[in-house]
Nanobody, 115 residues
Framework: QVQLVESGGGLVQAGGSLRLSCVIS????????VGWYRQAPGKQRDLVAR???????AYEDSVKGRFTISRETDKNTVYLQMTRLNPEDTGVYYC?????????WGQGTQVTVSS
């Protein structure tokens, strides 16, 4: 059974950092491109970072240089290290496949950045 469990969100001041975790069951992160998606209030869910099966990474322009996506294949977990956070980063963060058919969404983790 495929399951995505996100955690690590919280309330942080602008300029602060957070590390999100996504524990995945049912697929191997080493064999799939996995991404972090952000859904800001009243907006669509957008892909902000992804890590491909071979380990290469890609970022949406607004997070480039501030966010780092990584994984631990033995734990089947994908991380998102977020630094220099700003209020525009506020939203619910989800992980899911970044290539191919999406899996059922997890509950996400709320990130709130205060100015």
């Amino acid at each position: 059974q495929v399951q995505l469990v996100e955690s690590g969100g919280g309330l942080v001041q602008a300029g602060g950092s957070l590390r999100l975790s996504c524990v995945i069951s049912g697929i191997r992160v080493s064999a799939n491109a996995v991404g972090w998606y952000r859904q800001a209030p009243g907006k669509q869910r957008d892909l902000v970072a992804r890590i491909f099966s071979g380990g290469a990474t890609a970022y949406e322009d607004s997070v480039k240089g501030r966010f780092t996506i990584s994984r631990e294949t033995d734990k089947n977990t994908v991380y998102l290290q977020m630094t220099r956070l700003n209020p525009e980063d506020t939203g619910v963060y989800y992980c899911n496949r970044a290539v191919g058919a999406l899996l059922s969404w997890g509950q996400g983790t709320q990130v709130t950045v205060s100015s």
